[in-house]
């Protein structure tokens, strides 16, 4: 099986590796990175994001043990648009968080405009931090919490 996911993924951290894991339990995983001009329009909050270069490698990183761990294979394409590759027809799955789950309505519309099946969507719950509030990555920019959720100290 062929599993899509998407993201920009800057940092990484354990909600982002709670999507990777349930992919890799599906198949062979394809994210899709998003590009330096779509980042920024992703995100809920105007934040710097680092290049698509470092966060490939940071990411390819990270994928590796957890392919490895499932015996899967994984590759990295850049992101140019928010639908971008799960639009294309050898995927069966497509893995998203909750605040995603109308993206993979419309890419399914958009499937069935090219005669493709529909994917499997598969929501993740988020993971929650120490404070019982999601773990995001604008959190841990902004130091509220760190890549696991624990409560950065301000003192």
Same mark, same amino acid.
């Given at each position: 099986m062929?599993?899509?996911?998407?993201?920009?993924?800057?940092?990484?951290?354990?909600?982002?590796?709670?999507?990777?894991?349930?992919?890799? /339990?599906?198949?062979?995983?394809?994210?899709?990175?998003?590009?330096?001009?779509?980042?920024?329009?992703?995100?809920?909050?105007?934040?710097?994001?680092?290049?698509?270069?470092?966060?490939? /490698?940071?990411?390819?990183?990270?994928?590796?043990?957890?392919?490895?761990?499932?015996?899967?294979e994984?590759?990295?394409?850049?992101?140019?648009?928010?639908?971008?590759?799960?639009?294309?027809?050898?995927?069966?799955?497509?893995?998203?968080?909750?605040?995603?789950?109308?993206?993979?309505?419309?890419?399914?519309?958009?499937?069935? /405009?090219?005669?493709?099946?529909?994917? /499997?969507?598969?929501?993740?719950?988020?993971?929650?931090?120490?404070?019982?509030?999601?773990i995001?990555?604008?959190?841990?920019?902004?130091?509220?919490?760190?890549?696991?959720?624990?409560?950065?100290?301000?003192?």
């Amino acid at each position: 099986m062929d599993v899509a996911l998407g993201g920009t993924f800057d940092p990484v951290h354990d909600g982002h590796r709670r999507l990777f894991e349930r992919a890799f /339990e599906l198949g062979d995983v394809t994210v899709g990175l998003t590009s330096d001009e779509l980042a920024p329009k992703t995100r809920d909050s105007d934040r710097q994001v680092r290049s698509h270069d470092e966060r490939k /490698e940071r990411l390819a990183t990270e994928l590796e043990s957890i392919a490895t761990e499932y015996d899967r294979e994984f590759e990295i394409r850049k992101l140019e648009s928010p639908t971008g590759i799960a639009t294309e027809a050898q995927f069966d799955y497509l893995v998203v968080s909750p605040e995603t789950r109308e993206g993979g309505a419309r890419i399914n519309e958009i499937r069935r /405009e090219r005669g493709h099946d529909p994917l /499997e969507v598969v929501v993740v719950p988020h993971v929650l931090a120490d404070d019982g509030d999601i773990i995001s990555s604008t959190r841990i920019v902004n130091g509220e919490i760190d890549e696991h959720g624990s409560v950065r100290d301000t003192n």
